[in-house]
């Protein structure tokens, strides 16, 4: 029998709630039992927390976290107790024309995301800000090697996971790339295009901060444009990963005649373009829209970061753990940008300062 605790959300301009949930046994048939040992603070979960993306409350946000499996139930590999894992963000059913015929997952008929759920739904073990997680039988759970750390991972199965989801859909490896945005989705954009073999990595950001860690990621950085680098049409593919429509117009304008433009961040109503059809026709432009990911593209993940856990610097990415007692406090680090990702631990000790930024590494 497990007591979790779990710091519940009880919608924007709230404080977080300190809760003990009531006690839980065994996993049901499917089901995973994990006990959480780091989360991070993913961008949706600041949408949400600050209103800007609607969400049923009461519930435990967090969708990005690593933990140890403590119970199976039946049809589970008894295996994976006592494994360090990550997990997919999302249980689909397997059946529906989206994960059967379509080949995304990511779009079920009867898609269930963790951290998007209200406390009364099934066990209430849904979210990541919390002691333990009831993982549903229609989600993928990845071990995690001992190369991999809990700080590497625990972004993993949330930005890195869509960025392995994005390049699966741009041509092969060609000249220049631009990315639109440096935060984690482009960092790890950047090392992923890096390492496939793209000769120039061009990143923009507004935020010299964020830019300085674009080199560290194999990436040049472009401070508010590309213009200066890129010649007008002669980019091979762009990716908009900052969430801003007002970035569409440049990155038109770069893209060589049939190059590619990928879509990410703009997952908020505030995201009308001012875009022409005929731009689109004439440049013989291939647009693409990727949300989320699919299993496959996790384990991708993971399976990269094994192959390059020493290449570069993860875990510069990513705050020492705060409790999630102080959960508040470190959601109010995360707005500030000062770091990729924000953690929490349930065995975190409760600190009176924020973590600073490690410089030496970015």
Request: aromatic fraction near 6%; charged fraction near 15%.
């Amino acid at each position: 029998m497990i007591h979790p605790r779990a710091a519940v959300f009880q919608g924007p301009g709230s404080p977080f709630l300190l809760q003990d949930l009531p006690p839980f046994d065994l996993p049901g048939p499917g089901e995973c039992l994990v006990q959480i040992t780091l989360a991070t603070l993913c961008g949706s979960d600041l949408h949400t927390y600050t209103g800007r993306r609607h969400g049923p409350t009461p519930c435990i946000l967090g969708h990005e976290a690593v933990g140890r499996v403590l119970a199976v139930g039946e049809g589970r590999d008894p295996a994976l107790v006592g494994s360090r894992v990550t997990w997919t963000l999302a249980d689909s059913c397997g059946e529906c024309a989206p994960c059967s015929r379509w080949k995304l997952p990511q779009k079920c008929d009867h898609l269930f995301k963790y951290g998007h759920a209200p406390l009364t739904d099934g066990s209430g073990l849904n979210g990541c800000y919390s002691t333990h997680i009831l993982l549903r039988a229609g989600t993928t759970v990845v071990p995690l090697p001992d190369s991999i750390t809990d700080s590497m991972a625990a972004p993993a199965n949330c930005a890195l996971a869509t960025m392995i989801a994005v390049l699966r859909d741009l041509p092969s490896p060609q000249d220049t790339v631009i990315i639109q945005g440096a935060g984690l989705l482009g960092l790890y954009g950047t090392a992923l295009l890096h390492t496939a073999g793209w000769r120039r990595v061009i990143v923009v950001d507004r935020n010299p901060e964020r830019l300085r860690r674009v080199p560290s990621m194999g990436g040049i950085p472009a401070l508010d444009t590309a213009r200066d680098l890129v010649p007008a049409h002669t980019a091979d593919v762009v990716i908009e990963v900052a969430g801003s429509p007002d970035l569409i117009p440049e990155g038109i304008q770069l893209l060589r005649p049939g190059g590619h433009y990928a879509w990410v961040g703009m997952v908020h109503p505030e995201s009308r373009l001012q875009l022409t059809g005929e731009a689109v026709i004439r440049g013989c432009l291939h647009i693409h829209g990727t949300h989320n990911y699919t299993p496959a593209d996790l384990i991708d993940a993971v399976h990269f970061l094994q192959r390059h856990a020493t290449r570069f610097p993860w875990e510069s990415l990513v705050s020492d753990p705060l409790p999630i007692a102080q959960l508040d406090e470190a959601f109010a680090l995360a707005a500030t940008g000062q770091w990729p990702r924000v953690a929490i631990s349930p065995t975190a000790q409760c600190v009176q300062h924020a973590p600073v930024a490690r410089s030496g590494l970015i």
